[in-house]
């Protein structure tokens, strides 16, 4: 025997333990069906060719009509923090405006904040007694660039309370032509820290803003909780400019072990950029779309050169892309699949002089969906198809083994790159124990029919005669 062999195994054998500890907390934690309680839309079409079985769905032009939907159903209260609401002639958005009075004269409570330095010309439709307030417009201070909506956050039912926030603004450019995403979120105490923080720029809970108590930008405290638990599924919210949110997305990226996707309307700040050149320069694949509006910047310079081909630009002098979205190991469900979206661009001032949200999603499906829309926005701007899960020609990228379908039911197959000698392939569960054993020879690939296991996470570690490759896989 070699005398490598033991210490290969032991290391093998300490890595299975340090998995073990974390089974129950990835078996219960990452779910490969919908969450019921969290809904993702976008406004452009996706590429349900990659999903994992839950397709993303493209809303077109309706987000409108969606967010009309919300409010027409609100019973309460609704608290809406959005940077504009820009109307122009017989463009449909004045839709928002009537919906918003019909539920104040059903005695729903209205509360919107706007940025002061940008045009919310939709408000002159809203009921006079309808209660508004501006961000401040001092040098000293940024945008208020959030966009987000809180319904009905005082119901007695948990079950009601609800969040939507994402990239979009309320306008028609926004709605029909710009790229962005919403996303929807049922849950009581994720609901009430957006109300929280509408309540420190508000000045209060009243329905009239309170001036003298209004606190916008570096004047708010920081936020006293930034994790939740929604229906089994962990999320962060953060927001900025006083809890530090580019570090969190900085956080995010150093956890990327496969791959790291991104679409971005400003991108000015080089330490993310330099996490995300730090990532694939590790094996990470990246795969990413800026905005003209930041092409010019220095990330740019940082990670073109890394990525190459798989960089883009989207480059329309009419309309944007607005998205700000990052989805970490979307082809890896075992492997923490996030992503963070919001209102929060990736710049100095959007972590330092902006009010602003990011909310990052650890959800294996929602992932999956934000992975289909970038695929499609990806090759909308010249780029290369996607690879999708469980594909047969598999693209290894930086690894050497391949584990596939991932999640799987019925059965699993294992390839390794380059086999040349006898390959020795074992499965086992989270203790390290081994349960299904093959040796082939003459082949790089084998399969093993898992029907019969228990639904949880497992391990395949190949023996390739001069190295040995191990990688986890998700039986459903």
Not at 88 to 117: C, E, F, H, L, P
Not at 140 to 150: A, L
Not at 288 to 308: K, R
Request: hydrophobic share 35%; with cysteine; charged share 15%.
């Amino acid at each position: 025997m070699d005398k490598k062999t033991p210490t290969i195994i032991g290391v093998i054998k300490k890595t299975l333990l340090v998995f073990a500890t974390l089974y129950s907390i990835l078996s219960t934690q990452y779910s490969f069906a919908q969450n019921p309680k969290i809904k993702c839309y976008f406004n452009h079409p996706v590429n349900n060719a990659v999903s994992s079985g839950t397709n993303a769905i493209n809303l077109n032009t309706a987000f409108v009509d969606t967010l009309i939907a919300y409010i027409n159903r609100a019973t309460l209260s609704i608290d809406l923090c959005v940077y504009n609401y820009y109307l122009t002639s017989g463009d449909g958005m004045d839709a928002i405006a009537t919906a918003i009075n019909a539920a104040y004269t059903r005695g729903v409570v209205i509360r919107w904040i706007g940025n002061g330095s940008s045009s919310n010309n939709g408000w002159v439709n809203l009921n006079t007694n309808i209660k508004t307030l501006s961000s401040p417009t001092t040098a000293g201070y940024g945008i208020s660039h959030n966009k987000f909506v809180v319904f009905d956050v005082g119901s007695s039912n948990a079950s009601v309370p609800i969040v939507w926030t994402g990239s979009y603004n309320f306008s028609r450019q926004q709605n029909n032509f710009d790229y962005n995403n919403i996303v929807i979120i049922q849950d009581k105490p994720l609901a009430t820290a957006y109300y929280n923080e509408f309540n420190k720029m508000w000045g209060g809970t009243a329905a009239a803003p309170n001036l003298a108590n209004s606190k916008f930008g570096t004047f708010k405290t920081v936020s006293t909780t930034n994790t939740f638990t929604v229906n089994g599924t962990p999320i962060e919210v953060y927001f900025s400019p006083k809890d530090q949110t580019a570090s969190h997305l900085q956080n995010a990226i150093a956890t990327a072990n496969n791959e790291l996707f991104f679409g971005i309307y400003t991108f000015t700040d080089n330490t993310t950029a330099t996490a995300i050149k730090n990532k694939i320069n590790a094996g990470v694949v990246g795969m990413g779309i800026m905005d003209q509006f930041s092409n010019t910047y220095t990330p740019y310079s940082t990670l073109n050169p890394v990525m190459t081909t798989n960089l883009k630009v989207y480059s329309n002098g009419s309309y944007v892309y607005h998205n700000k979205m990052m989805v970490i190991d979307a082809l890896h469900p075992a492997s923490d699949p996030q992503v963070c979206t919001g209102s929060f661009n990736w710049s100095a001032s959007a972590d330092t002089k902006n009010d602003e949200n990011m909310i990052v999603i650890h959800d294996a499906t929602i992932a999956n969906e934000y992975y289909q829309s970038l695929c499609k926005n990806f090759t909308d701007v010249g780029g290369t198809a996607c690879a999708s899960i469980g594909v047969e020609n598999f693209d290894y990228g930086h690894q050497q083994i391949a584990v596939y379908p991932n999640p799987s039911k019925d059965f699993i197959n294992v390839k390794v790159k380059n086999c040349t000698d006898k390959l020795k392939v074992t499965l086992t569960n989270a203790l390290g124990e081994i349960l299904m054993e093959k040796n082939v020879e003459g082949n790089d690939e084998t399969s093993f029919d898992i029907s019969t296991l228990n639904a949880g996470l497992y391990f395949i570690t190949a023996f390739r005669g001069d190295k040995t490759f191990a990688e986890k896989f998700l039986k459903q």
